[in-house]
């Protein structure tokens, strides 16, 4: 299961862990949230995650 980090506030989303705020259940893959799905720290949109390992080489993007 993939973790994405939000490149505004780097919010981690786990897809394993699902997320309790926005009632996504654990095992939700990134890509089956709703379009319309933000982060629930900041409001980004999906488009604003990328893959965890990409953020920590430092290439957010």
């Known amino acids: 299961m ?3 980090v ?3 506030c780097q919010y981690v989303y786990d897809e394993s862990h699902g997320e309790t705020s ?4 654990p095992g939700t893959a ?5 379009e319309d799905w933000t982060c629930p720290v900041c ?3 999906k ?3 990328v893959p965890e390992e990409d953020w920590a080489e430092g290439n957010p993007g």
């Not at 926005?22 to 259940?25: D, H, L, S, V």
């Open 43 to 45: 409001g980004a949109e």
């Open 47 to 49: 488009d604003m995650f």
């Open 30 to 34: 990134f890509e089956d949230l709703p």
């Open 6 to 8: 939000c490149t505004v």
């Open 2 to 4: 993939a973790r994405l």
């Open 22 to 25: 926005t009632g996504t259940p």
